[in-house]
């Protein structure tokens, strides 16, 4: 089994920041890609930004130069630091991961129970 635990959301306002905290454990033998998906209401979910465990990274359109994802891969745990944050930043932030199990290369996608981001103007 393989948890992910979202913590570091809360209320902010318009052109302040917040940091995201996203820590795996459980069965892990590797951590391959860890990252942040977002849903407002009434909206699908969104991909926000991915880190890969070699430091490669991807940024949706809408928050780069804004975000920044880092990773520290000794203690499974990635981070979002978001800056200039504006009122259509406001959603439920879930962290996403995935996971390689054992050495046969068998691994699964996991997710975060999410962590709300209310951005005010």
């Known amino acids: 089994q393989v948890q992910l635990v979202d913590s570091g959301g809360g209320l902010v306002q318009a052109g302040g920041s917040l940091r995201l905290s996203c820590a795996a454990s459980g069965s892990i033998f590797s951590v391959n890609h860890m990252g942040w998906y977002r849903q407002a209401p009434g909206q699908h979910r969104e991909f926000v930004a991915r880190i890969f465990s070699e430091g490669s990274t991807h940024y949706a359109d809408s928050v780069q130069g804004r975000f920044t994802i880092s990773r520290d891969n000794a203690k499974n745990t990635a981070y979002l630091q978001m800056n200039s944050l504006k009122p259509e930043d406001t959603a439920v932030y879930y962290c996403?991961?995935?996971?390689?199990?054992?050495?046969?290369?068998?691994?699964?996608?996991?997710w975060g129970q999410g962590t709300q981001v209310t951005v005010s103007s």
């Open positions: 996403n991961a995935q996971v390689y199990t054992n050495s046969y290369g068998e691994y699964g996608d996991y």
